[in-house]
């Protein structure tokens, strides 16, 4: 049972700060063409987000959640779990960032999440 | 932008997310062994630890590669979908697996064969998709000007609206 809350913690911090990330970045004009100061520029910017900094937040409180559980969990179990993110991913993109995304996309996103669980299995 | 100096850009910004994130971890991984191993948790040895940790040239090679990481990662994110961008970048754990058996030797189990060929299935068909349908960053921005933060919510609703039809467009 804490096995699971904390492995929800771990997929459900990482993946809100990735899409509080995405949802900042969605929001600055695109970067055209790419050359060293529109870099520059931009990267001004996205510092100056409150979500960019709110979605690097939740990665760190993510991050040490996943640390904490190593530090007494079977790592062969935690991070095949972790890769529950990839569906976690889509469907907050579909939802919270309304995204579109394509049944060629959620079909990629399934293969992936597998294959993220078995590639991590030792 | 043209179609293809767009899709040129996304394969170049992913390439390096893979690579440097890659980079950024090994770099990271040898820099804390070779501080080593921190058993004594007083003041005074945590403080020297910290000072190994941080005059130590790979751990700073680390630092950077991780911040061209995040840097590449928020310049996709700024145009490309997160749905799309999430689990394309999924192929690097496929690399790493793949450069570790041809480069050291490494063995790989079935499991993890198995594992690599459906990363790299699936990046495939993420992949046939287009990186942007909704065409947020590339697109409506311009319109869209570069507002200031809050109250966008309800701004990026109605400029989403149009998004089904959009990736006809751009065949």
Redesign the interface.
């Known amino acids: 049972m804490r096995l699971t809350v904390f492995i929800a913690i771990v997929v459900l911090a990482g993946t809100a700060g990735?899409?509080a990330?995405?949802h900042a970045?969605?929001?600055?004009?695109?970067?055209?063409?790419?050359t060293p100061s529109t870099?520059v520029r931009?990267?001004g910017?996205?510092f100056r987000?409150?979500?960019?900094w709110i979605g690097i937040a939740l990665m760190a409180t993510g991050f040490f959640s996943l640390l904490a559980l190593l530090s007494w969990a079977d790592v062969s179990l935690v991070v095949p779990a972790t890769a529950l993110?990839?569906v976690a991913?889509?469907l907050?993109?579909?939802f919270l960032?309304?995204?579109?995304?394509?049944p060629?996309?959620w079909?990629?996103?399934?293969?992936?999440?597998?294959?993220?669980?078995?590639?991590?299995?030792s | 932008?043209s179609l293809k100096g767009f899709h040129t850009?996304t394969y170049i910004l992913l390439a390096l997310m893979v690579f440097f994130g890659s980079l950024g971890n090994v770099l990271l991984s040898r820099g804390m062994k070779q501080t080593g191993e921190i058993i004594d948790f007083s003041p005074s040895a945590l403080a020297g630890a910290f000072v190994r940790v941080f005059t130590n040239g790979s751990i700073w090679l680390g630092i950077a590669s991780l911040l061209v990481f995040f840097?590449s990662?928020?310049?996709l994110?700024?145009?490309a979908?997160?749905?799309?961008?999430?689990?394309a970048s999924?192929i690097g754990?496929?690399l790493v697996?793949v450069l570790g058996y041809f480069m050291l030797g490494e063995f790989i189990s079935p499991?993890?064969w198995?594992?690599?060929?459906?990363?790299?299935?699936?990046?495939?068909?993420?992949?046939?998709?287009d990186p942007s349908?909704?065409g947020?960053?590339?697109r409506d921005?311009?319109q869209?000007?570069?507002?200031g933060?809050g109250r966008?919510d309800a701004k990026?609703?109605t400029l989403?609206l149009p998004?089904?039809r959009?990736?006809r467009g751009r065949g």
Request: aromatic residues 8%.
């Open positions: 990735e899409l990330v995405s970045m969605k929001q600055i004009a695109d970067v055209h063409p790419l870099i931009f990267l910017r996205a987000m409150g979500w960019l993110s990839y991913g889509a907050g993109a579909k960032l309304k995204e579109d995304v394509a060629m996309r079909a990629g996103v399934l293969l992936v999440c597998l294959g993220v669980a078995l590639i991590s299995m | 932008m850009e840097a990662y928020l310049l994110l700024s145009w979908d997160f749905s799309y961008v999430q689990p999924a754990y496929a697996a499991t993890r198995t594992g690599v060929l459906l990363i790299c299935a699936g990046v495939l068909l993420v992949g046939g998709t349908p909704s947020r960053g590339r921005s311009q869209a000007g570069a507002p933060e966008r990026l609703e989403t998004s089904p959009a990736p």
